[in-house]
Structure formats: C-alpha cells, structure tokens
C-alpha cells in the first residue's frame, strides 16, 4: 500500500509540474518585409507573440504615427486582416481563440456567454495599461503565459483613434452577425476576456496563429 501511494503521490507531482511548465517560446520571421516576431506554444497552439505589423493596404499605426506601429503593430481592418498572416501561419478562428482562453485557465460566465473570466488577466502584458475604471487597481495582467497582449486600441470612422492603454481587441476569422466579425476583446477595466461580433470596419490588431 505504502508503494502505490507512492506512485500515485509520484504521478500526481508529475501532472501539476506539467500543468505549470513554462510556456515554449521562439522566434519567426516574416520573409515578405524581414521583421522578426516572438513566438510562444500555449498548450497545442503557437501563437505570435506580439501583434502583426506588416505594412499594407487598410493597415495603420495608432494615431498615424510610426512609433506606435512598433510599440502596438498595425491596426487592420476585417478584410485585410483575413489576408495579412505570412505563409505558414494563419488569423485565428473564434473556435481557437477559444480554444486559447481555455488553455490559460479561462472560464466562461454562465449567464454572459460572451465573457470568460481570469483570461485576461493571463494574456496581458504586465505594463502599458491604464488603471482600472473601477478603481481596484492597475489594468496590467501578469502575461503568465507569455502572449504579452498590449493596449494598441482601435481606429474607425475613417480616422478616429481611440482606447489606447484600455483596449485591445484581436480579429477572428470568424464572421458574425449582419457581416460582422468576432474577436477576443481585453480591457484595463477587468481580468477576463470577451469573445464578440463587431463592426468590420473598425481597425484592431492581429495575432497570427501557426498552421
């Protein structure tokens, strides 16, 4: 008895440091343009590690300047953001964004299916964002998993420029409703996630995930 309880206390340890191993991270480049992006494995997915931001048509950078398509990638719309991963990689569907939230200890709110709780606060980055609206702290994350989410905000309406250090938000290829497309939204003013149709036209980062 004392030898199988052994072995069970044995498999038990093994289990939990697999559960909290640290994430695989890495590196790729982008061979259209050279940039080099971070990489990082979350349980079967390999995400990049920060946002896109490969010039093209329907692509800027947050207040139309430079330094920020460096600190935040660019901001694209639905459209370009369909085309705009390199060869070997891919925008994400609804489907594996849940699939990442999961992975980083999310859990869906049973009344408001859209929310998943705890998420945000595993992908954001630990800096940049704005104190909470409510006033319980910060809005950092602790980027226990190594996706480091940035708060690059968003554009619309043909050049209006808005919620940087509040939000961010990352096209799905999943289209929604009236045309409408999903992404998973992260904000400064709580620690979960929002998977949610918005409006296409609207500008928001991408994260390529590998095929």
């Given at each position: 008895m004392k030898r199988l309880a052994l072995i069970i206390c044995v498999v038990m340890f093994l289990g939990t440091v697999g559960a909290f191993a640290a994430p695989k991270k890495g590196t790729m480049k982008d061979s259209r343009d050279g940039k080099a992006y971070k990489t990082v494995q979350i349980g079967s997915q390999t995400w990049m590690a920060e946002n896109l931001?490969?010039?093209?048509?329907?692509?800027?950078?947050?207040?139309?300047?430079?330094?920020?398509?460096?600190?935040?990638?660019?901001?694209y719309t639905w459209k370009t953001a369909q085309e705009v991963c390199p060869v070997g990689w891919h925008l994400p569907s609804r489907g594996e964004f849940e699939m990442l939230i999961k992975a980083v200890g999310g859990t869906m709110d049973k009344q408001e299916k859209r929310y998943w709780a705890?998420?945000?606060?595993?992908?954001?980055?630990?800096?940049?964002?704005?104190?909470?609206?409510?006033?319980?702290?910060?809005?950092n994350g602790d980027d226990a998993f190594g996706f480091s989410a940035v708060p690059a905000g968003y554009v619309c309406c043909g050049g209006i420029y808005d919620a940087e250090g509040s939000i961010t938000e990352f096209w799905s290829s999943t289209e929604g409703r009236s045309g409408n497309a999903y992404g998973m939204r992260l904000s400064s003013s709580d620690y979960g996630a929002r998977l949610e149709d918005g409006d296409n036209r609207?500008?928001?980062s991408v994260r390529c995930i590998k095929n």
């Open positions: 931001n490969y010039k093209t048509k329907d692509s800027y950078c947050y207040d139309n300047k430079k330094p920020n398509c460096a600190k935040y990638g660019r901001l705890n998420a945000g606060k595993s992908l954001k980055s630990t800096s940049s964002w704005n104190e909470s609206d409510y006033g319980d702290g910060d809005g609207f500008g928001h």
